[in-house]
């Protein structure tokens, strides 16, 4: 059977639902079990180093890969190595050393950090392959490449809310070895269906030279280094800071945590997959350019500073943080969303995967970077909520400096505003 381009979109789109769902549950899990098990918010950063580091290097490598032999094959090697990854975490008891624990999490997070990075450039990447360019009408084009982006990034990070709040679920009801036994279930079930897709999806004409992995336009390097900064401001506050404050300041259980970062994912989500529909709202017919990414990365630096302006005033943290983070949601997604276009935007189908591997390589290293020093710098603090003030002021520099590096970025072609 031979299946359409929009056929095989939907099939590695699927897949790569299913293997968010489990993405966004596994860091709850983690997040919450070893912090139950009494790890500094250091120690379970650390248990997280391996899975960003080795997604940089899977954006770069994983790439090249698909260029040459496919999307297919880094679609399946993904999925898989995701499975491999949590049945890996089965054995994990409370009674190991912790110098066992610690290495034996790292690695299997080594393991799905690849997973996770492989699995998404093959979606991003796939976009390329579904809306073709259109010489006679390009503007329209662009339109169109931008909303099929935004509605993947977009339903990509609610499904992911959703696994956080699933994460908190499973733990508390299955408890941790379990959880990650049924999460592993599932994701075989959906990699049945990728079984169908055909060799040749995304796959280069021409065989690149390994040494093209390096050779960017200043489009891509430019962009690539503000979402290097981006996503690091994200998660310098949000992936273990922010967890662990809300346990000691409002004292919430693991699913109420879990429920509410999850609800904000979801609604982020929904912001991105709607950011085409809300510039139309806002009288911006045309495909989003760099003046729009420098507008809401300025816009952004502000937020974190205002809710550590907030804290440290005591203000209510049940009114600052929900707050605080619904602002910073609503414009952290127009700007990933904007992102995520820029980068295709900047590429040719041809090279679609080299580039967006290139992309997501520094997405990786700026979220390698924030989860480290989400731990190093909520420590810092004397108390809780001081962390918590180092941890958002770190990220509202982080932001200024992929605001000031989108100065330099290049015009996209049909593309003005």
């Excluded at 979801?266 to 510039?279: F, K, T």
């Amino acid at each position: 059977m031979k299946l359409s381009p929009l056929q095989q979109y939907g099939i590695v789109t699927a897949n790569y639902w299913a293997f968010t769902l489990t993405d966004g549950a596994l860091r709850m899990l983690v997040v919450f079990h070893f912090h139950q098990l009494g790890y500094t918010t250091l120690e379970i950063a650390s248990l997280f180093l391996f899975y960003e580091f080795f997604g940089v290097v899977t954006n770069l490598y994983g790439g090249w890969i698909g260029a040459r032999y496919g999307l297919r094959l880094t679609l399946w090697m993904g999925t898989l190595l995701q499975i491999l990854a949590l049945l890996m975490l089965i054995p994990v008891a409370a009674g190991w050393p912790k110098l066992l624990s610690v290495v034996y999490v790292m690695a299997a997070q080594a393991i799905s950090g690849i997973a996770k990075d492989l699995n998404k450039m093959s979606a991003k990447s796939a976009i390329k392959t579904v809306v073709p360019e259109t010489p006679e009408d390009q503007t329209q084009g662009q339109q169109q490449l931008f909303k099929w982006v935004a509605i993947l990034t977009g339903s990509k990070n609610a499904l992911k809310g959703v696994g956080f709040f699933l994460g908190g679920v499973l733990l508390t009801a299955f408890g941790f070895n379990a959880a990650v036994g049924w999460m592993a279930a599932g994701l075989a079930l959906a990699f049945l269906l990728t079984l169908v897709l055909p060799g040749e999806i995304g796959k280069m004409k021409s065989k690149p030279a390994f040494a093209s992995m390096f050779s960017k336009s200043q489009g891509i390097n430019v962009l690539s280094l503000a979402r290097f900064f981006l996503f690091g401001a994200r998660d310098v506050w949000f992936v273990v800071a922010l967890p662990v404050f809300l346990e000691a300041a409002l004292g919430w259980n693991f699913w109420e945590i879990g429920g509410f970062l999850g609800l904000w994912v979801i609604g982020y989500g929904i912001v991105q997959g709607s950011a085409p529909s809300l510039r139309r709202l806002w009288g911006q017919t045309a495909p989003p350019g760099v003046s729009a990414v420098q507008f809401w990365s300025a816009l952004l630096t502000a937020i974190p500073a205002l809710i550590a302006v907030a804290l440290w005033r005591e203000v209510d943290v049940a009114v600052a943080i929900p707050a605080g983070l619904a602002a910073f949601g609503v414009v952290f997604a127009m700007n990933s969303s904007i992102h995520s276009y820029m980068v295709l935007a900047y590429t040719d189908a041809e090279n679609v995967s080299l580039n967006v591997g290139f992309y997501y390589m520094a997405n990786a290293a700026g979220r390698l970077v924030g989860t480290m020093l989400s731990g190093a710098v909520f420590m810092l603090g004397r108390t809780e909520a001081a962390g918590m003030q180092a941890c958002l002021w770190a990220s509202s520099l982080l932001v200024l400096l992929s605001c000031v590096s989108s100065f330099r970025l290049p015009a996209v072609r049909h593309a003005p505003g």
